[in-house]
C-alpha cells in the first residue's frame, strides 16, 4: 500500500500525479484505465482543495493498492464535513449554455469509477474509490 500526504493547494497537483503514477506503475493498466483514475483522483483533490478548507489549508492524505480485481484510492481530509454521494446530478445543459461550473468533477468521478465510498470517521472525510481492472 502506497500512501502521501500533501498539502491542500493546487501547487502539489504534481506531487498527487506523481505518487499516482508510482503508485499503479506495477500494476497492469490499460491507458483508458489510468487516465479514468487519474482524472477522477484529480477532480476529487481539487475539489478538496477548493472547498474542504474554508479561509485555511489543511491536508490530503491518499493511500493507493490493489486486489485481484481493482485499484483502490482512498482520499482522506480534515475539511469540513462533505459527502460527495449527496450531490445532485449537475445539468449538463445548463453547464453548456452557461457555463456555470460546480458539481461536473465528482459527477464524472462518479461516472467513470466503479465504486465511490463515503464516511466520515474521527472527523475527517475519507472517499474510497475503485476502478476494476482486467489482469
Not at 78 to 96: H, S
Request: net charge positive; charged share 30%; glycine share 6%.
Amino acid at each position: 500500500m502506497d500512501t502521501i500526504s500533501v498539502a491542500s493547494e493546487l501547487s502539489e497537483i504534481n506531487k498527487i500525479r506523481a505518487f499516482l503514477k508510482k503508485s499503479l506503475a506495477q500494476f497492469p493498466l490499460s491507458e483508458d484505465d489510468y487516465y479514468i483514475i487519474e482524472l477522477s483522483l484529480l477532480e476529487i483533490c481539487i475539489n478538496i482543495i477548493r472547498y474542504a478548507y474554508p479561509g485555511n489549508k489543511g491536508e490530503i492524505r491518499l493511500k493507493a493498492w490493489r486486489d485481484k480485481k481493482s485499484v483502490f484510492l482512498e482520499i482522506r481530509d480534515d475539511g469540513i464535513p462533505f459527502d460527495p454521494r449527496k450531490t445532485k446530478e449537475p445539468n449538463l445543459e445548463n453547464i453548456l449554455s452557461t457555463g456555470k461550473k460546480g458539481g461536473f468533477g465528482i459527477f464524472l468521478a462518479r461516472k467513470l469509477m466503479d465504486g465511490f465510498e463515503y464516511k466520515r470517521e474521527n472527523s475527517q472525510n475519507v472517499l474510497t474509490i475503485h476502478k476494476a481492472i482486467e489482469n
